[in-house]
């Protein structure tokens, strides 16, 4: 019985940890972000790093659902300290998969939009 417990509590453990998704750019907030068909938020959010190996796939959406960007992205296993304890129960392994830390999309500006760092300065002369 205190095998079962403390294998339940290392895998309470092993799966702590999150992956941060951001967007960027000009008029971030209007963009959506939706991973695997959910809404999830609009400039950030986040996932569960660790557990069992699996595949998301990340969208993020103008407000009339025209997908600017797309990105499959899947856990990967990691060999760190957990893995030495995990030897001693090896179906524990299977929590040893993570995602990245951090995807960032950046959204470049709309077509019109003009900054004032893209005209050239003029001169006081003119």
């Known amino acids: 019985m205190r095998v079962i417990l403390f294998s339940f509590l290392l895998l309470i453990l092993s799966s ?6 951001y967007v960027d ?14 809404e999830k ?3 950030h959010t986040t996932l569960v790093k660790r557990g069992f190996p ?3 796939l990340i969208q993020v959406k103008t407000p009339n659902d025209k997908v600017l960007f797309t990105e ?5 296993f990691v060999f760190n300290l957990w893995t030495v304890v995990d ?3 090896p179906y524990l392994l299977i929590t ?8 960032r999309f950046i959204v470049p500006p ?3 939009l003009k900054s004032s760092w893209d005209e050239s300065p003029k001169s006081a002369w003119d």
């Not at 499959?72 to 990967?76: A, F």
């Open 110 to 112: 709309a077509e019109g």
């Open 87 to 89: 030897l001693l129960y």
């Open 16 to 21: 702590c940890g999150t992956t941060n998704i």
């Open 96 to 103: 040893n998969f993570e995602y990245h830390r951090e995807y």
């Open 41 to 43: 938020g609009t400039t």
């Open 54 to 56: 699996q595949k998301a």
């Open 25 to 38: 750019g000009p008029q971030k907030s209007q963009y959506r972000i939706y991973v695997d068909g959910k």
């Open 72 to 76: 499959t992205i899947k856990r990967r």
